[in-house]
């Protein structure tokens, strides 16, 4: 937490003179975080931080941390804060967030969301947006059944997806209250197609960009 903090306080000064879009993503396992992200990455033009896609490169790799990963990610647990907090950490260290960023995946529970609203008070740049992406359980999980004929992905099996949606609720949705009540939530029906869905998030984008 302490190192999140250094890094943005690094980045402060060009950041805060910019007009710096700090938006999360937030859904149920499938709900299309990810591909809804490229979406919009290509939209805004800022930083993308997925913990998901940071997460399977460590585990790709064998680095330690990413072998401790899989333990977790494996079984649909989320990894350890400390672990996605020092992750985070080390990306955010790039220019690329210098304008702003899309954090994806993350955060996934209270802690990790008081983390890193701690780490943008320091610099001034609060929180944008959050989204939430709102889908049916029972077509979210047969995106990732497909998924898992295609790609073979080790976190999509019938057994993990389901204790990934029992993790979503009960760790990450208690986030969702905490940004509405700072009344920077917006939900979005993730229903549809991937254009249908990225057309909602565009006018959620606009309108707070309007305020
Ligand atoms: P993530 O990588 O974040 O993945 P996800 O929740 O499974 O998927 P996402 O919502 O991005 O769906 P996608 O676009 O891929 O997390 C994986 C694991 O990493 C977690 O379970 C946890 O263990 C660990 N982890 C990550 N972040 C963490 C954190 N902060 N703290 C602790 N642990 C963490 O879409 C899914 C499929 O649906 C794709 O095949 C896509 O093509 C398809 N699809 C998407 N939108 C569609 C649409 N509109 N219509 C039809 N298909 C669609």
New binding site residues.
Partial sequence: MAAISATLEATAGKATSEACMLIV?I???????????KRLLGYLGIGHL????L??EAKAAGTPLGKL?AQ??DH??????SL?LDLVDQKLRESQFNKGCLF??????LA?GCSLDASLAKRGTPLTLALE?R?DEE??VN??L??AA??GRA??TPQTIAH?FE?YHQQTEPLLDYYRFKGILSVID?????D??FERIKIAVEKRRAK
């Fill in positions: 993503f859904g149920p396992p499938g709900a299309g975080k990810g591909t809804q992200a997925s913990t998901g896609d997460l399977r990963a977790y990610m649909g647990r989320l990894v350890p804060d996605v994806d995946g993350f955060p996934r529970t990790q992406l889908a077509e979210v995106r990732m497909r998924r295609e790609e976190d999509d990934r993790v993730a229903m549809g197609t991937p249908e869905v």
